[in-house]
C-alpha cells in the first residue's frame, strides 16, 4: 500500500526555473493538498482540491499553480522559482473534507532555489 | 478567527520522564482536534484525535483530553523512550475554515538516554 507518493525528494533550481512537483496517492481520496514546511512556521497551505477538476488556494497560492485531472494525482507547479520558496513541501490527502478525517502525508520533497 | 498555540521547544527530556506538551486553541463551537508527529526525515502522520468535548484520543501511550472549558488539549506520555523524539504538531478543523486544517507551529522533543 503505497500511500502518497511524493517526487522529486530533494531538488535544487536556479531562480527563475520551472518545475512540477508531483504526487499521488492510491486510496481513491477526494481531498489533496500541498502545504511548505518553515523552520518555526509550522505548516502553510497553498492549494487544496476536494475533487478532479476542483482546485482553490490556500494561505500562501502565489507563485504555485495546481491541476486536479484525476483522482489520484495533484501536482505542484513553480511558474518561476525565487529562492523565498526554497522550503520542504509536503503533500497530503484524506478521503474527503469532512471534520474529523484523517491527513496522510508523503515523505515530502526539499527545495532549494539559489 | 480559528488559531492554534503550542508551547514552543525545544522540550528536552530523558528516557522514562513525563511528558506534556501543552497546546490551546481558539475557534466558536466544537472543532476536532487533533496532534500528529514527524519523525526526522519523514511527512507528518496522525497520533490521536478528539472530535467532541471530553473526549480522550489516545495512541502508543501518548493521550490528550478535549477541554472545552479550558479550550485546550495537551499531549501527555507517562514515560517516554528515546524513540519518541520528534517535532509534534497540535491542529484544529472546524467548518467556519472550511475543514481546512488549522496548525500549530510544531514542538520539537529530545529524548536523552
Known amino acids: 500500500n503505497a500511500g502518497v507518493t511524493q517526487t522529486p525528494k530533494f531538488q535544487v533550481l536556479k531562480t527563475g526555473q520551472s518545475m512540477t512537483l508531483q504526487c499521488a496517492q492510491d486510496m481513491n481520496h477526494e481531498y489533496m493538498s500541498w502545504y511548505r514546511q518553515d523552520p518555526g512556521m509550522g505548516l502553510r497551505l497553498i492549494h487544496y482540491?476536494?475533487?478532479?477538476?476542483?482546485?482553490d488556494q490556500g494561505e500562501v497560492p502565489n507563485g504555485y499553480n495546481v491541476s486536479r485531472s484525476t483522482t489520484e494525482d495533484f501536482p505542484l507547479r513553480l511558474l518561476s522559482a525565487a529562492p523565498s520558496q526554497t522550503s520542504v513541501y509536503f503533500c497530503a490527502s484524506r478521503l474527503d473534507r469532512s471534520n474529523t478525517g484523517e491527513l496522510f502525508f508523503g515523505e515530502g520533497s526539499r527545495l532549494t532555489v539559489l | 478567527g480559528n488559531s492554534v498555540t503550542q508551547m514552543e521547544g525545544p522540550v528536552t527530556l530523558s528516557e522514562e520522564a513525563f511528558l506534556t506538551i501543552n497546546c490551546t486553541y481558539t475557534a466558536t463551537g466544537y472543532p476536532s482536534l487533533f496532534w500528529y508527529v514527524q519523525y526526522p526525515g519523514e511527512g507528518l502522520q496522525l497520533l490521536l484525535k478528539a472530535t467532541k468535548a471530553d473526549d480522550k484520543g489516545s495512541n502508543k501511550g501518548f493521550e490528550a483530553t478535549y477541554r472545552k472549558e479550558t479550550t485546550s488539549f495537551h499531549l501527555e506520555k507517562g514515560s517516554v523512550q528515546v524513540s519518541d523524539s520528534a517535532v509534534y504538531f497540535c491542529?484544529?478543523?472546524?467548518?467556519?475554515?472550511?475543514?481546512?486544517?488549522?496548525w500549530g507551529a510544531g514542538t520539537k522533543l529530545i529524548i536523552k538516554p
Open positions: 482540491s476536494v475533487g478532479a477538476g476542483i482546485t
Open positions: 491542529a484544529l478543523s472546524h467548518m467556519d475554515s472550511n475543514y481546512q486544517l488549522i
